[in-house]
């Protein structure tokens, strides 16, 4: 079997904190060829084009009631709602996958209409663009190359539960995750790149989605229900790992 890598890049909206991470598969040996952090748009591409599989931390879309409700705004023909309580703003600003994955796994992601992780989203509309001149598509319900992941979500969905390893606070715990994952995987070679796992979450994120990554290419995720598909292929969808 030719060598297969696949990419997990967790996305910033600053190159400088967005981790990069690339495995390598081979006579199955899975081997994490490189992991930094510091991920340009270049690096996001050059790690992208050549995988058979990339999951990418950041929504690939927003939710579709957000986009008719601007739409509507600026076209000046919005219909109004009944009410503008919490159930009308939820609809609005969460996607359909949003609140699967609060369904499956008890966690709810950041809204992309209504947080900070617009501002990576952005970026990630910009480098799908550039992927597209390239002539690799990118449906947004990440039946391409590059599909979108939620590391925490794949921990909670790992039996992990609720893991508070972000950031310098995190980094004893952070530590311990990566003892734990690769006692999990025993399938994986971290070449020595534990330390830089353990020292930064965007490094650790971006391992965790390039595994996840791995388990769509493997059939081993959670696709959209029927009754989803339309949506996903609209707002996007986050693969979650099925669990073990």
Same mark, same amino acid.
Not at 20 to 46: K, N, Q
Not at 124 to 129: D, F, H, L, Q, V
């Given at each position: 079997?030719?060598?297969?890598?696949?990419?997990?890049?967790?996305?910033?909206?600053?190159?400088?904190?967005?981790?990069?991470?690339?495995?390598?598969?081979?006579?199955?040996?899975?081997?994490?060829?490189?992991?930094?952090?510091?991920?340009?748009?270049?690096?996001?591409?050059?790690?992208?084009?050549?995988?058979?599989?990339?999951?990418?931390?950041?929504?690939?879309?927003?939710?579709?009631?957000?986009?008719?409700?601007?739409?509507?705004?600026?076209?000046?023909?919005?219909?109004?709602?009944?009410?503008?309580?919490?159930?009308?703003?939820?609809?609005?600003?969460?996607?359909?996958?949003?609140?699967?994955?609060?369904?499956?796994?008890?966690?709810?992601?950041?809204?992309?209409?209504?947080?900070?992780?617009?501002?990576?989203?952005?970026?990630?509309?910009?480098?799908?663009?550039?992927?597209?001149?390239?002539?690799?598509?990118?449906? =947004?319900? $990440?039946?391409? #190359?590059?599909?979108?992941?939620?590391?925490? +979500? @794949?921990? /909670?969905?790992? &039996?992990?539960?609720?893991?508070?390893?972000?950031?310098?606070?995190?980094?004893?715990?952070?530590?311990?995750?990566?003892?734990?994952?690769?006692?999990?995987?025993?399938?994986?070679?971290?070449?020595?790149?534990?330390?830089?796992?353990?020292?930064?979450?965007?490094?650790?994120?971006?391992?965790?989605?390039?595994?996840?990554?791995?388990?769509? =290419?493997? $059939?081993?995720? #959670?696709?959209?229900?029927?009754?989803?598909? +339309? @949506?996903? /292929?609209?707002? &996007?969808?986050?693969?979650?790992?099925?669990?073990?």
């Amino acid at each position: 079997m030719a060598p297969r890598l696949i990419a997990g890049i967790d996305l910033a909206a600053d190159p400088r904190r967005t981790g990069l991470a690339v495995l390598r598969e081979e006579r199955h040996v899975v081997r994490i060829d490189d992991v930094h952090v510091g991920a340009s748009d270049d690096d996001v591409l050059g790690a992208i084009i050549p995988a058979s599989k990339a999951g990418v931390d950041v929504p690939f879309g927003w939710p579709r009631r957000f986009v008719d409700l601007v739409a509507g705004h600026q076209a000046g023909d919005l219909e109004s709602p009944a009410d503008t309580g919490p159930a009308w703003r939820r609809a609005v600003l969460f996607r359909e996958t949003d609140l699967e994955v609060r369904r499956r796994v008890g966690k709810t992601p950041l809204s992309v209409a209504a947080d900070k992780i617009a501002y990576p989203a952005i970026r990630w509309a910009a480098i799908a663009a550039r992927l597209r001149e390239q002539d690799i598509p990118t449906p =947004l319900d $990440g039946s391409g #190359v590059a599909c979108e992941v939620y590391p925490g +979500a @794949a921990l /909670a969905a790992w &039996g992990f539960g609720a893991q508070r390893y972000k950031k310098a606070a995190g980094a004893l715990v952070r530590g311990e995750l990566v003892e734990e994952l690769s006692a999990r995987w025993p399938w994986l070679d971290w070449a020595g790149h534990e330390g830089v796992c353990a020292a930064s979450d965007d490094a650790l994120d971006a391992v965790i989605a390039a595994v996840v990554a791995r388990e769509v =290419l493997l $059939g081993r995720a #959670v696709s959209p229900r029927a009754e989803l598909a +339309a @949506a996903a /292929a609209d707002e &996007g969808w986050i693969w979650l790992p099925t669990p073990e």
